[in-house]
């Protein structure tokens, strides 16, 4: 299976990371080795001194498709789960700086904690999904799909031009703002609406 992770979906994240608001989805990937499942803790890399969360949904593709239209695309996935795309910061502006690609910075083991799945039949408007972090019980990130730049349909029907989606596969959303570091002791949980869906510690 693979991870695909829509960048600067939120225009107000864009803003705060001073990147242009897109005119087409922006993609990049990360590999299996990447997940952290059932509420295992993500241990602090040692190459980094600036790992920031990125709180996201997150679609379970439920069977194959390429070249997907957007208006069929709803029949391409079934559940919806919370996710974090943990970025190392510090090595993603250096990467930005030399114009190189970011998967050091992105792509690293343990940077793709995942939560429980919902079906997506549980959440009644999938243009208006609230979801959020808390850090050690404090809210710290907050989003709406109706600020979404590229609806989940969208996302799914422009991937799928380029790479084949196989049933399994995931495709985070994108963050709103309010990304920042989190550091060892932190304890993170994310909701969608008010339900619990992951909960971990930074050790
Ligand atoms: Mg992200």
Redesign the pocket.
Known sequence: MKII?I?RNYAEHAKEMNSAIPTEPVFFLKPDTALIKDNQPFYYPDFSKEIHH?V?LVLKISKPGKNIDSKYAHKYYDEIGIGI?F?ARDIQSKCKEKGLPWEKAKAFDGSAPIGQFIDKKKLIDLDNINFHLTINGIVIQKGNTKDLLFTFDAVIAYVSKFITLKTGDLI?T??PEGVGPVRIGDKLEAFIENEKLLNFEIK
């Open positions: 992770c960048g990125e996201e795309d970025t985070f994108g963050t």
